[in-house]
């Protein structure tokens, strides 16, 4: 479980393909503080840590995974969002989110607002109707807010903090971003599905 807070920014050292998809990730963590098997959201896949170094761990993705996010474009140097899973006690300041990706939305525009960065993005249609103004939507790992929604389009700000503190500032028009829909708002739609 995460917040899409996130709490460092990743360097993929290596990519390679060896039955399944093998990436090293170089961070900031103390890695003396992560166990083998640990979940670590990348560009908010949850991911499984299945080798560590001093300031590098190892994941593996499966090509499913691979099918269903964007990681088939990781390539070495690329720059990742990276969070640690949620402990008991910690601060909640994003929204709950499970590091399982429901699809990909493509940037659509970009226009600056400001010191801001209103972004538009396109959904999948079958996970459109799960995205509300205002509501929840964690995007390459990261809670943003919806400012607007216009069938399949929706838009959130971009404020300078974020992209300075996550991958947000690399971002363009075409680029395909991992979506997590809001997991409250895939139960209320099914509530309503049953009534």
Known sequence: MFTGIVTDIGHL????????????????????AVDMGASIACDGVCLTVVGIGADWFDVDVSAETVSKTNLGTWVAERRVNLERALKVG???????????????????????????????LSAPKDL?????????????GTSLTVNEVDGC??????????????TWGDVAVG?????????????????????
């Open 128 to 140: 459109a109707r799960f995205i509300a103004p205002k509501g929840s939507v964690t995007l390459n």
């Open 153 to 166: 389009d929706f838009g959130i700000n971009v404020i300078p903090h974020t992209k300075q503190v996550t």
């Open 175 to 195: 680029d395909q971003i991992n979506l997590e829909i809001d997991t409250l708002a895939r139960y209320v739609a099914r509530l309503a599905e049953m009534s």
């Open 13 to 32: 050292r290596h990519v390679e393909q060896r039955g399944d998809m093998r990436a090293r990730i170089g961070c900031g963590y103390d890695m003396v």
């Open 90 to 120: 910690d601060e909640l300041g994003g929204h709950i989110v499970s590091g399982h990706v429901d699809g990909l939305a493509e940037v659509v525009g970009m226009t600056d607002e400001g010191d801001s960065t209103r972004i538009t």
